[in-house]
């Protein structure tokens, strides 16, 4: 079954990342992002009969798309929760898309965001539920193996195999902080250098605090409609051409390589979907959670050789003004990591590319991009093609 331009993206708001959550709550911004979405889309609450939620990470209430559609009053016909990591903004798309075409509703409203910070993101990981699953006890004894361990592992592989150096990792850092300067919302906008990239604490070997993401406060929403209501959105449509997903397990000692990634897969079926290929893309806006993450993205979607992705970044200019417009709006490294809506600023920086409301930072003649979503560690992977 093909969803292209089967719907389209219309509307959408954000709330800007920021490093306190104080005087705020995830269902508040939940509600104000929702409610700017609508307006955005020039539709009414009562237009919304389809409900999509990637749920916060710090808090594990049950039934949130009962809770917003309460908060919010409506209806939706159409519920549920995507809970695929940071693909999960990208899972949400084609699956507003697949829902609409199905008949199930026509107006999908798609949420995430929550009130966080470093202390709470951080708590004590033994109060988890996801600590007490039984794959656990294989890695464990090892020591810590959160996200930051996992994508060293990844990053420290990569170089072995391919001789990817540090310097080539740190230039995705600072090409993204560039494309931040020029975005009144991103967290942090301050110029970076190769250089303070690798002069920054080096956290877990070979991975530099400037190469990881930061959690913090934020929220995003987008509404998604069918093909005919696009028609007459206000908003130019950013339609849905292609969509492919792939997964594997989470625990990285039961992955054959692992600097290979799901992306391998779930890329090309959307650029079959479309019809296009990486060559025809004019933006890309793919997860960031660690520079090594852009790198293997990059070569696992075809827009270069595997093992070449070192030389690409460093060969190529990824700001907005360059001949690879990457990450335009700072990327999470510098635009911020607000949970699972981290994922949703690579899908709203895509649609404003696509609709001309990118301000300074503008792509010129934007008419396709290419969005990925990243979840746990390396280990769920929704790719996107948008289009006008």
């Not at 080096?202 to 913090?216: F, G, M, Q, S, T």
């Amino acid at each position: 079954m093909s969803l292209k331009r089967a719907a389209a993206i219309t509307g959408l708001a954000e709330l800007a990342p920021r490093a306190s959550a104080e005087g705020l709550s995830t269902m508040g911004i939940w509600a104000d992002v929702s409610r700017q979405a609508i307006l955005d889309a020039g539709l009414e609450p009562s237009d919304i009969d389809g409900l999509l939620v990637a749920p916060p990470i710090v808090d594990m209430v049950a039934m949130w798309p009962s809770h917003l559609g309460e908060y919010l009053d409506i209806h939706p016909r159409y519920a549920n929760i995507v809970d695929l990591g940071g693909a999960s903004a990208a899972g949400m798309v084609w699956r507003a898309a697949a829902a609409i075409q199905s008949g199930l509703c026509r107006t999908v409203l798609c949420v995430s965001g929550e009130a966080s910070d470093v202390e709470t993101f951080y708590a004590p990981r033994s109060k988890r539920p996801t600590e007490q699953l039984p794959q656990r006890e294989f890695v464990a004894p090892y020591g810590p193996m959160g996200a930051n361990s996992g994508y060293a592992q990844i990053a420290m592989r990569h170089m072995h195999e391919f001789g990817t150096t540090g310097r080539q990792l740190a230039k995705v850092a600072v090409d993204q902080r560039t494309n931040a300067a020029a975005n009144p919302d991103a967290l942090y906008r301050d110029p970076l250098s190769v250089d303070d990239v690798l002069s920054s604490p080096l956290i877990v070997d070979p991975l530099h605090l400037y190469e990881i993401v930061r959690p913090c406060t934020g929220g995003a929403a987008f509404v998604v409609v069918s093909a005919d209501a696009a028609g007459s959105s206000v908003q130019t449509p950013a339609w849905l051409l292609g969509a492919g997903e792939a997964t594997r397990g989470v625990m990285l000692g039961q992955v054959a390589s692992i600097t290979t990634s799901p992306v391998a897969q779930s890329a090309p079926l959307a650029f079959e979907m479309a019809g296009v290929t990486p060559a025809d893309i004019d933006l890309i806006s793919v997860y960031d959670c660690y520079t090594i993450t852009v790198v293997v993205t990059l070569e696992d979607a075809g827009f270069c050789e595997k093992g070449r992705g070192g030389p690409f970044v460093e060969e190529h200019d990824l700001t907005y003004r360059g001949d690879l417009p990457l990450n335009t709006h700072g990327g999470q490294l510098s635009f911020g990591q607000p949970g699972l809506a981290g994922g949703m600023s690579h899908v709203t920086e895509a649609v404003r590319q696509l609709q001309g409301r990118s301000g300074e930072r503008q792509v010129a003649d934007c008419e396709l991009a290419f969005v990925n979503g990243n979840g746990g560690i390396m280990s769920e992977q929704s790719s996107l093609v948008l289009g006008i």
